[in-house]
Every structure is written in structure tokens, then in C-alpha cells.
């Protein structure tokens, strides 16, 4: 903690979740340095979580950082899927919504931060956690994969030393842990666990053990087990025998181009407007790192005349991807003027949307 503290100073944060993670603020208060929480405000964390976030507060003497989902989203699966979809298709898109996309755009104006994944939390997926390391899904203020670190200090430290630590040093903790409750998220998908089941039993009690992650910390999934969770994170495959993965890129913004949609885009010649497109695979950990930036480039470039589109170019599209798109790896971004038949590939790797704007506005 005091290493991460001293090298990245006012650029890096801690992440606190409103469970155990007090550890964390306890840790930092102890090197001495100043140091800055935030948290994820979900709209749907239980009571004893918020008045936890404002207990530790007043403790530590901070002020935590809250992240907020965007309204329009939230109100959007509301009204088509009711406040509680996730009991039936699964929590991803809940998640992805309420979790993932404010941590996304948090972490943009960080350059490190600072978990408390630990690896007996759930062996199934995160026994590989490193201490420290370039954070393999989301990218920092400098934008492109590498531009952040994460700091998982308390990976290799197990749930009995991290309570005896909290009670020596007696600090807060969320009253729900008296309750019953090891592993906290909201209130709708967490539940307390029965003497000699595992913490993660608490969490998504209704879907398969093996997909108890919300996405925040997927880069950290253990490779072999990601095929087994399909697009509803319940770990059920289809009837095929292939697993799904949930679609990415769902913005309004966005196009979904078919095979025939983008091959009728590539013999234009004359084009009625310029298109932005990216060549993507939803598993691709590169392709979901840049999805938040690819959305909020469509949305700047709503009205503009530019049109921006995805494309589907894994599986058997590949092939196709590859002799006729200029697909190298995932993901491939191409820019296809007005008046020239040929796309033009981004050649970076910084996938950031000031870099992507520059690339579209050279070129249109």
C-alpha cells in the first residue's frame, strides 16, 4: 500500500465496496500519505451499506468518491425488463450497467487503483490474482492498453487475517457482516451465507457457482474457466454445446452491421457519409476495454454526419474479417471516407476516444 501510495500520489485510488475493503482505508491511513476512496453507488445497496460509507467517512476524516450509474441507462432496462430481469437472465447486463460502466469511466481519470480481491474469495476465479499488475480490461487517463496499474494488496492474505486485523485495529465494518453477510454487493443479489458455505454462496445465489463475478474484476478470471459462462453469466451453455458471451458496444449510437451490411459498406464508392467501424469480438478483454470509449465517440459523433458501427468478426465470420476487412486482431477499427472505396485501418493502439477522434477527424 504505502509503495502504490508513493508512486502514483494523487492519481491512484481505493476502490471500497462498503464490505471488508475498510482494510484498505485502514492500510493507507497507516502509511501516513494522503490518499483518496471512491465507490460505486449502485442505487440499490442495502441501508446498512450507506450508512457504513458515511461512518467510515466520518472515522477516517474523507470524503469517498461515489461513482454513479448513467439515468438513462438504468431507466431504459427498468422499463423493458422490470426492476428485477436478473433473477431470469442472469445479472451481467444489470451489472454491466450499474458496475461496470461508472467503474469504467472512475478509473479513466486514475492512473492505478487499488483493489481488495483476494484469492481465497473465490478460487474458481481468482486464484491467479498478482499483487500487482497492468490491468488487463480497463485503460487510465493516459488511454490504450497499459495506461493503468492495479494493486491488489491483500490478494495472498485470507478472510480469518484480514477480521483479525480489523478487529485489532478496531475500525468500522459494515453491520451487515453480524448479520450473516460475508460478501456484499446490493441488496437484491446478496444474501448471508449458512455456517460452512463459502462466501460467494451469498452472492447470485440463483445462478452457477462458477459465474459469481459481476465484471469488474473479469480480466482477473481464470482463462479456463471463462467459456463456461454465457451471456446471462449463469454458466449454462446452449443447447449447441457453445457457450455465449454477453454482446458489447450496446449503444444507441452504435450500429450492428450484418455480413452483408458491411460488405455492401466496402463496394460504395461514393459514400453518403463517412463510417467508423470496429471489427470486434465480445470475449476479447482488448475489445471490452475499449468499450466505453468507442460509446462515448459514437454518442460525441451523434449528428455529425459521421456514422459509427460495429461488426461481429469472430467465429465464422473470421475468415471473411480477415481476407476482407484487414483484420489482424481484436479489435480492428477501420474508417471508411466518403468518396474512397478503400477503409482505412487505426493503426494505434491507444484506444482512447481524444486518440479516436484525431484518427476520424485527419480523415473525414
Known amino acids: 500500500m504505502d509503495k502504490a501510495l508513493e508512486n502514483f500520489g494523487n492519481d491512484i485510488a481505493i476502490a471500497f465496496s462498503g464490505a471488508e475493503d475498510v482494510v484498505l482505508i485502514e492500510y493507507a491511513r497507516l502509511t501516513g500519505r494522503p490518499f483518496r476512496v471512491f465507490s460505486l453507488d449502485t442505487g440499490r445497496l442495502n441501508p446498512e451499506t450507506y450508512a457504513f460509507f458515511d ?15 448513467d439515468s438513462v441507462e438504468v431507466q431504459a432496462l427498468v422499463r423493458n425488463k422490470g426492476l428485477f430481469s436478473f433473477y431470469e437472465d442472469g445479472h451481467q447486463e444489470c451489472c454491466r450497467i450499474r458496475k461496470v460502466r ?57 478472510s480469518m487475517d484480514i477480521w483479525n486485523f480489523l478487529r485489532a485495529m478496531n475500525v468500522p465494518v459494515n453491520s451487515l457482516h453480524s448479520q450473516g453477510y460475508v460478501s456484499i454487493g446490493c441488496e437484491p443479489c446478496t444474501r448471508p451465507v449458512l455456517p460452512g458455505q463459502h462466501e460467494r454462496e451469498g452472492r447470485w445465489w440463483w445462478e452457477d457457482s462458477k459465474a459469481k463475478e459481476c465484471g469488474l474484476h473479469k480480466g482477473n478470471i481464470k482463462q479456463e474457466e471463462m467459456p463456461e459462462l454465457n451471456g446471462n453469466g449463469n454458466g449454462a ?5 457453445k457457450a455465449a458471451v454477453t454482446d458489447i458496444f450496446n ?59 460495429k461488426f461481429r468478426a469472430d467465429g465464422e465470420q473470421k475468415k471473411f474479417a480477415q481476407q476482407e476487412l484487414q483484420l489482424g486482431s481484436f479489435p480492428t477499427i477501420l474508417f471508411f471516407p466518403k468518396h474512397s472505396p478503400n477503409p482505412i485501418k487505426y493503426p494505434s493502439e491507444k484506444r482512447d476516444v481524444d486518440s479516436l477522434t484525431a484518427f476520424v477527424n485527419a480523415l473525414q
Not at 461512518?55 to 450509474?69: N, Q
Not at 484469492?119 to 487517463?141: C, H, L, N, Y
Not at 449503444?251 to 467501424?277: C, F, H, M, Y
Open 251 to 309: 449503444s444507441q449510437n452504435v450500429v450492428s452491421l450484418s455480413r452483408t451490411g458491411i460488405g455492401n459498406l466496402t463496394k460504395l464508392e461514393n459514400r453518403a457519409d463517412p463510417w467508423l467501424v470496429v471489427l470486434y469480438a465480445p470475449w476479447c478483454r482488448f475489445c471490452q476495454a475499449m468499450e466505453g470509449s468507442y460509446d462515448e465517440l459514437a454518442e460525441k459523433l451523434a449528428g455529425s454526419g459521421i456514422k459509427v458501427g
Open 102 to 158: 461508472p467503474l469504467r469511466k472512475a478509473l479513466k481519470g486514475l492512473r492505478a487503483w487499488i483493489t481488495g480481491q483476494r484469492k481465497d474469495q473465490s478460487p474458481g476465479t481468482r486464484a491467479e490474482i498478482p499483487v500487482v499488475q497492468v490491468d488487463p480490461t480497463f485503460e487510465g487517463m493516459d488511454g490504450g492498453i497499459g495506461s493503468l496499474v492495479k494493486w491488489n494488496p491483500v490478494a495472498n492474505v485470507d
Open 55 to 69: 461512518t467510515v467517512e466520518k472515522h477516517y476524516g474523507i470524503h469517498i468518491e461515489y461513482a454513479f450509474p
Open 237 to 241: 451453455a446452449h443447447k449447441n454445446g
